[in-house]
């Protein structure tokens, strides 16, 4: 068994039953992940592996700070001995930094997650933002608007999104382009 098959096994382990919708979207980005992975080259399984498991923090037994990001790369390093590039790029999905910010854990987060640059970031946020709560395709606006509806205007996660909306909109259309698709 592979680096993907053990990462997919796992986000299945500590998500299907607890929190099936989020199952659901994992699926989805890890679907959409393999489908963009040839853009990364050598790091296209960390990549794979990553997009399956970016939301684990979400688990109600890995819930330490409230910052799924955070406490889903934790648990991959400390627990699952999951590799350091995965790690990160779980940590750092999605503009994760800003709301790393907002909750007063940007040092922490940088310091135990050095960010990832380049396309693999852009990658596994566009894999995340182009992929609905139940795991269907849906344009990146779209996406942002839910996230933003579903959590409330006031809500951290919200004003976090809606700060981290012009870069993660950037991250989509980098690799739309890279795609040939722009």
């Not at 053990?6 to 992940?33: F, N, Y």
């Not at 990832?116 to 139940?134: F, N, Q």
């Not at 809500?155 to 012009?166: F, K, M, N, Q, T």
Request: glycine share 8%; with cysteine; hydrophobic share 45%.
């Amino acid at each position: 068994m592979d680096h993907i098959d053990r990462a997919r096994d796992l986000a299945r382990t500590l998500l299907a039953e607890s929190i099936p919708r989020r199952w659901a979207h994992s699926q989805g980005v890890g679907r959409k992940a393999e489908s963009v992975a040839h853009l990364v080259g050598d790091v296209a399984a960390a990549l794979v592996s990553a997009a399956w498991l970016h939301d684990v923090g979400y688990a109600p037994d890995l819930v330490v700070t409230g910052m799924h990001q955070l406490d889903g790369a934790r648990y991959l390093r400390d627990v699952a001995d999951a590799d350091d590039l995965v790690c990160r790029l779980v940590a750092h999905h999605s503009c994760a930094f800003i709301e790393g910010r907002n909750r007063g854990l940007s040092e922490q987060l940088a310091s135990e997650f050095p960010p990832v640059e380049g396309l693999a970031s852009d990658a596994i946020t566009y894999a995340d933002m182009t992929t609905s709560p139940d795991g269907e395709p849906v344009e990146v606006e779209q996406r942002l608007a839910e996230i933003i509806a579903r959590y409330g205007d006031g809500h951290l996660v919200a004003e976090s999104i809606r700060e981290a909306s012009p870069l993660i909109v950037e991250s989509v259309r980098t690799v739309t382009a890279a795609l040939g698709k722009d």
